[in-house]
């Protein structure tokens, strides 16, 4: 077990330095950078603020002095924001997280529900009706049934606000701040679940499906144990084995914040930030971002692989 | 004394695309109380889906059992609800089946799935049933029983699964034990253990056993009564030494004629011609004519009914029936 962990981390590292050097290097060749953007610099000022920010220096020699920071946790300073990387991800992220957290619990529990009950009935009209509606949900684009949906419940209902996270001029706290962010939660949130549905609802009712099939639920119904046990102690714990690979995928999806539903509903989380800085080329911010959800999704699959190991007693690492 | 099981034209069909395959077609069978009966064919000859439907775990949508009567000490399973139906399954009426690799859930503790009827239908406590549980591991010969019930069925080798099986299946006590071949997926050494097993477990508790197989060596070994299948129909019936000593339906003789017997040096094994009939295409007369060494012109026409040949023996042949 130890072994395999020390393996596990030193592979971890190698990668990340790889992807430090991929993400460096794409950003560094993406043509204009946050002062080429701004036309009413001079061509003197421009050459001189390079040489302060050090974009002059060989690419090599900027990405040693990137890096060298970012070890020591120093991920440099916003161009646009004129704030640490780091302050402002703390800022930010957190309001992404709520959002995804919230959808993300919301997702599997709907999923999994669903997609037991319709593996259960496979081919029955319930089955048959959920999955034209997934394939519904699927198919529509966020930015549609985002903006839809505020137009049905913010503009013409007025039961729910129609973006931002919380009302403006509120200085709301305690309870009432809770209940301010959840109100204005609920349809962004709604969105994200929606869109996350389709697919992992279709992957529960197939694993589901195969799982049914095996002997061992044939040998749990002939003990004579309530259906109900069967499918959610017997048949469930089998069929979410290999969901647990994606577990490792959520990890980034927490935290990366979403570009098009963030913008939409004006919420104030890292996809939106990141959207902004992309167009003002505020790479300091943008490689920061990017090396963090490389962080995350390499942390991911190894929370998912000793996740295996907790859950499937035929795996040891 | 009324049977323990009675089972009365018992007609287990499937719904298929090229039509209905009727699995089980008219089977009629007794066991009574103690007593262990045999049902032998070939793959695919109806007998493990005549099991199945006494369980109720005949797989829906496409497959149901259409007729019949299923009687279990006095009542009858077909005409119970679901919920009565699954208080006795794993209580008074339990099962084992061939696989037993993959008939044990891979994400729970033997211990656990020992316990599980336990509780469920004793209503035993999560500590009673444990313990009750290790020595139910001990009673089917399996030393270091506490280790083994915190194991996993991956750590257990095939033998030691159908041991837990059969722990499995007689943690209540049942009155009848259905075996559907046991040992088939065993190699020969543990197949004898096994069935040891369960001649031990039968003589201590006086439950049946309803052993379902292809082996005739097995048969010989356990049964009191025989019942020969063949597409989904009884051919043949008897208790078991007059039955070996004179089968008198053809497919029963080809079956015991294809068995090799100990000493005896032969070129080659006997072997039934042809083939199980596709039971889609099965026509009016005998199933079996088409390979029958005897088939008259009467077999084809008209399929013959089980009728007695002399004391304890029935079979479904016109070479035996009455003349006419």
């Not at chain 1, 929606?194 to 195969?210: A, E, K, P, Q, V």
């Not at chain 2, 596709?278 to 009467?298: T, V």
């Amino acid at each position: 077990m130890s072994t395999y962990l020390i393996r596990r981390l030193s592979y971890m590292l190698l990668i990340l330095l790889a992807a430090s050097f991929l993400i460096f290097a794409l950003y560094a060749l993406t043509p204009g950078d946050f002062i080429s953007g701004n036309i009413k610099l001079t061509p003197e000022r421009k050459a001189e603020l390079r040489m302060i920010y050090g974009l002059d220096q060989p690419l090599l020699d900027r990405y040693l002095t990137w890096m060298g920071n970012a070890l020591r946790g120093d991920f440099g300073i916003s161009l646009a924001q004129q704030k640490p990387v780091l302050t402002l991800f703390q800022d930010y992220i957190w309001n992404s997280f709520l959002l995804a957290a919230v959808s993300t619990f919301f997702t599997w529990l709907l999923a999994v529900v669903i997609g037991v009950l319709a593996a259960y009935r496979q081919y029955s009209w319930f089955d048959s009706l959920v999955m034209v509606l997934i394939f519904a949900a699927m198919s529509i684009p966020s930015f549609f049934i985002g903006l839809f949906l505020i137009k049905i419940f913010a503009v013409d209902l007025h039961w729910l606000p129609p973006g931002g996270m919380t009302t403006t001029g509120s200085n709301a706290e305690g309870w009432a701040y809770v209940l301010e962010v959840a109100d204005h939660m609920a349809l962004p949130a709604a969105v994200m679940t929606l869109l996350g549905l389709g697919s992992l609802t279709r992957y529960f009712r197939s694993n589901m499906i195969d799982v049914i099939k095996q002997d061992y639920i044939r040998t749990a119904r002939a003990k004579g144990l309530p259906e109900r046990k069967v499918l959610f102690t017997h048949a469930l714990r089998n069929a979410l084995l290999p969901a647990i690979t994606l577990v490792g995928f959520e990890l980034p999806a927490l935290f990366g914040g979403s570009l098009i539903i963030e913008s939409i509903f004006n919420w104030p989380g890292i996809g939106q930030l990141y959207m902004k800085s992309f167009g003002l080329r505020d790479y300091p911010l943008l490689m920061g971002f990017t090396m963090f959800i490389a962080v995350l999704t390499v942390v991911g699959t190894l929370l998912s692989d000793l996740l295996y190991r907790i859950a499937d007693p035929r795996v040891n690492l | 004394m009324e049977a323990l099981l009675d089972i009365r034209e018992l007609q287990t069909h499937f719904q298929t695309e090229a039509g209905v395959l009727r699995a089980v077609d008219g089977v009629s069978l007794r066991v009574r109380e103690g007593e262990t009966v045999c049902i032998v064919g070939e793959s695919g000859c109806g007998k493990s889906m005549t099991a199945m439907s006494v369980l109720g775990l005949v797989e829906g949508p496409s497959g149901k059992v259409a007729g019949g009567e299923v009687r279990f000490g006095g009542r009858d399973l077909l005409r119970m609800s679901r919920q009565e139906l699954r208080t006795l399954r794993g209580h008074e009426l339990s099962m084992i089946f061939q696989e037993p690799m993959s008939s044990l859930n891979p994400v729970l503790t033997i211990g656990r799935q020992i316990a599980e009827p336990l509780r469920e239908h004793l209503r035993l406590g999560r500590k009673e049933a444990m313990r009750r549980a290790v020595e139910l591991i001990r009673e089917v010969g399996i030393s270091r029983p506490e280790q083994i019930a915190d194991a996993y069925p991956h750590e257990l080798s095939g033998g030691m699964l159908q041991r837990v099986m059969i722990a499995i299946a007689v943690s209540c006590k049942p009155k009848l034990l259905i075996a559907d071949e046991p040992t088939t997926a065993l190699d020969v050494t543990i197949q004898a253990q096994i069935l040891d097993l369960l001649r031990g477990l039968q003589a201590k508790s006086g439950m049946a056993l309803l052993l379902i197989t292809h082996d005739l060596g097995v048969v010989a070994e356990m049964a009191d009564y025989v019942i020969v299948m063949y597409a989904g129909k009884v051919v043949e019936e008897g208790e078991v030494e007059r039955l070996f000593r004179e089968p008198r339906h053809p497919y029963t003789q080809g079956l015991l004629r294809s068995k090799p017997v100990l000493g005896q040096v032969r070129e080659e094994l006997y072997s039934i011609p042809g083939q199980v009939p596709n039971p889609l295409e099965l026509g009016a007369g005998c199933a079996f004519a088409d390979r029958c060494e005897f088939a008259m012109d009467r077999c084809r026409r008209q399929e013959p009914p089980l009728a007695p040949v002399g004391s304890d023996q029935q079979a479904a042949c016109w070479l035996h029936g009455k003349e006419g």
